[in-house]
């Protein structure tokens, strides 16, 4: 199984929402990733999980958090969103950190 | 700073041309350099990965180039097909644990009949 999948697909959320992304890998990865990307812009790196611990935090905003509760699990909550955040939400997953990384699906984020 | 440039930003090329997509990054030290296609809305999909002692890798009609001495690589893609339309990233790492990927900006190859 080499796939990364994500849910939900889509999702659309107020700005005093909470929900959650969620990312999973079957491949004994222990490298995990959020990025985030605008359209026509390449993936922003948000967050690295290696070894089931926060390794990266790309200066993001407080109201994403991200979390990893297992090797094959990724979260990312999310919590008074506002409209710019609005974009596509990537998980990757690679063997270790700096190997070639599986991207999932993406999850397209639309905040009102 | 880090910094991967891609050329051209966008290309539009008739059904059976080949093309050659461009890649210029400035990343020191290096560790792997790799392409990927991103279709509009999805994930994008590995075609292929170097690291510096390779010069070439090829993935079907997908055929990556590699110089670490220039700092210069090339996707070269054959006989192209429709299914081909898409962005092509080109994604440079350094070497440790640490791990942060410069990501190019991206080709956008639009493929006619």
């Known amino acids: 199984d080499t796939e990364v999948t994500q849910t939900p697909k889509h999702l659309v959320m107020g700005m005093t929402n909470k929900k959650s992304l969620k990312c999973e890998q079957h491949?004994?990865?222990?490298?995990m990733y959020w990025y985030k990307q605008k359209a026509k812009k390449p993936p922003e790196l948000m967050f690295v999980?290696?070894?089931?611990?926060?390794?990266i935090n790309e200066s993001v905003p407080s109201r994403f958090s991200p979390e990893c509760p297992n090797s094959s699990l990724l979260n990312l909550h999310l919590h008074a969103l506002q409209p710019e955040d609005s974009a596509l939400y990537l998980c990757?997953?690679?063997?270790?950190?700096?190997?070639?990384?599986?991207f999932g699906p993406g999850t397209r984020l639309t905040v009102t | 700073k880090n910094q991967v440039e891609q050329s051209p930003q966008s290309l539009i090329i008739l059904e059976g041309k080949n093309c050659t997509l461009q890649?210029?990054?400035?990343?020191?030290?290096?560790?792997?350099l790799r392409w990927y296609k991103q279709d509009t809305g999805r994930g994008p999909v590995s075609l292929t990965i170097?690291?510096?002692?390779?010069n070439t890798k090829s993935n079907g009609r997908y055929t990556a180039t590699l110089d670490a001495d220039t700092k210069q690589s090339s996707l070269h893609i054959t006989a192209s097909q429709l299914s081909d339309s898409a962005s092509y990233i080109c994604?440079?790492?350094?070497?440790?644990?640490?791990?942060?990927?410069?990501f190019g900006r991206g080709t956008s190859l639009i493929v006619h009949p």
């Open positions: 990757a997953s690679s063997a270790t950190a700096a190997y070639e990384q599986y």
């Open positions: 491949m004994g990865h222990r490298a």
């Open positions: 999980y290696s070894y089931e611990k926060l390794s």
């Open positions: 890649c210029n990054y400035t990343v020191s030290p290096f560790s792997n």
């Open positions: 170097m690291t510096f002692s390779e």
């Open positions: 994604v440079v790492s350094e070497p440790g644990g640490s791990y942060i990927p410069t």
